[in-house]
């Protein structure tokens, strides 16, 4: 069982990496829910953050990757702008336990 982290750890319109054994994710938490993929930018294969914990855009309304700009939706994880549109994150399954995230 691997805990990610508390529900409440993550600020709302914010995202958090993880560093799991050679794998890293990151949450992000948008309307009080909360969100997981793979940190692997379906155009490369490569993080997608310059700075620790910067995964959205600006206006904190799309997951942004900080290489040649892709933009995915919080929800969904589709890529809708960029080189690889229609493409998609990898969503990791999850589940919420005494208020952590607890990946499947
Ligand atoms: S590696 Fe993410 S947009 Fe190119």
Redesign the pocket.
Known sequence: MTVLCAVNDIEEDSARGFDLDGRTVFAVKKDAQVFVYLNS?P??G?P?EFQPDEFLDMDNHFIQ?A????LFEVETGDCVA???VGQALQAIAFHLEDGNIVLD
């Open positions: 930018c155009h490369l490569i997608l990757c290489n040649h700009g892709a960029g080189p690889c």
